[in-house]
């Protein structure tokens, strides 16, 4: 059986780890959120010119 440790998965794009900090500081804010688990890409895995938003 599969197990995911979470319930729900965000995609963050930040333009360096400061801003994606205070984006995660304002997360454990919440009382909702009890944890929050971060893989980090050290390089750019894509190269286009804008986001996509998947709604």
């Given at each position: 059986?599969?197990?995911?440790?979470?319930?729900?998965?965000?995609?963050?794009?930040?333009?360096?780890?400061?801003?994606?900090?205070?984006?995660?500081?304002?997360?454990?804010?919440?009382a909702?959120?009890?944890?929050?688990?971060?893989?980090?890409?050290?390089?750019?895995?894509?190269?286009?010119?804008?986001?996509?938003?998947?709604?």
């Open positions: 059986m599969w197990y995911r440790s979470y319930d729900y998965l965000l995609e963050v794009v930040s333009p360096n780890l400061d801003g994606y900090e205070r984006f995660t500081r304002k997360l454990h804010k919440l909702s959120v009890k944890d929050i688990h971060t893989h980090l890409s050290v390089r750019k895995v894509i190269n286009k010119t804008t986001l996509p938003i998947f709604v």
